[in-house]
């Protein structure tokens, strides 16, 4: 089957979470704590759902289960947010299976990873998007996270959107910022509906004020009301109110990023919010888990300053949760100048 022809739906933005799936005591998905974690997120005011994502661990699920975590939660949603399913699979054509039966669940689009395991150079990862584009029956966001996958650079990107339709956006977890630069200005001349999406929380702002339509962010799955508010005052153009939302959400996705293997650090914190998630399928050693146990007494704090959880019995320490903000606080000051320097700000 061949279909090019792209829908008129309008560009992606705003925040869509890529989420923890929890899981119940057997290790299978708990359908009950999702679809109560999907009316949550909702509730919460994120724009849209990104299932299957790294956040989700879609490695760690079989190709079944992977489509029933977007059957519930698009089950779940009814139409309430869009949903952008994770749809990579281990070659094109169980990719183009996959885009075929999330098309038929109606969500708005599928996000593809860049393939991963080999590194393949520029020439293979533009084959390997044309092909899918070129047979999905539903819109394709490509998905660039050069820790993970073979990166898509710049010219690549420009290809995939004058060339095939069906390609209507790119979420991009590189936090480089000059390179979101680079493909907003390559691309959006000629294609003015094409998305750019950050998968870097730490950068939200400076990426939003440099172009981009929305981001893919793991924090909204813990802390929705502090990313979306970001998004909300950054928009707005409220930039010193959005600064210091900024630093805030720095603190917390350093803390959940760095202080464990990902993304047992999101999943610790989830849990803090109320929700069963279960134990992640990546078995861990007993010095993790003594570390994970201490990673969750500093979240605990870090949210409690935030108003999202209680602090511990035995309190915190001063100063936890403190920001800091001197990296975010010049990489937003510097996008600001120039921006203003250009006249656009």
Known sequence: MSNTTSSSHQRLHGIFTPNIVPLDARGRINEAELRRYTDWL?????????????????????PEERRRI?????????????????????NVNETIRACEYYASLNVRAVAIVSPFYYRLSPP??????????????????????????????????????????RVIGIKDSSGDLPHMIRMIQAVRPRRPEFSFLTGWDAALMPMLLIGCDGGTNATSGIVPEITRKLYDLTTAGRLDEARRVQYRLVTLFDAMFYSADFPEGFRAALRLRGFNTGEGRQPMSDEQRADLELLTQSLQ????????????????PAGEGDVKSDTVDEIVRSVVAELRRRGLA
């Open 301 to 316: 704090c870090t949210l409690a300053e935030e108003g999202f959880a209680d602090q511990p019995v035995a309190g915190c």
């Open 42 to 62: 909702i509730d919460r005011g994120v724009h849209g759902l990104y299932p299957n994502g790294s956040t989700g661990e879609f490695t760690r699920f079989t």
């Open 70 to 90: 977007v059957e519930i939660m698009a089950d779940q949603a009814a139409g309430r947010v869009p949903i952008l399913a994770g749809a990579a699979e281990a």
């Open 124 to 165: 293979a990862v533009y084959a390997y998007f044309k092909q899918i584009a070129d047979h999905s029956p539903i819109d394709v966001t490509l998905y660039n996270i050069p820790m993970f996958a073979s990166p898509i650079d710049v010219p690549t990107v420009e290809r995939l959107a004058a060339e095939c339709p």
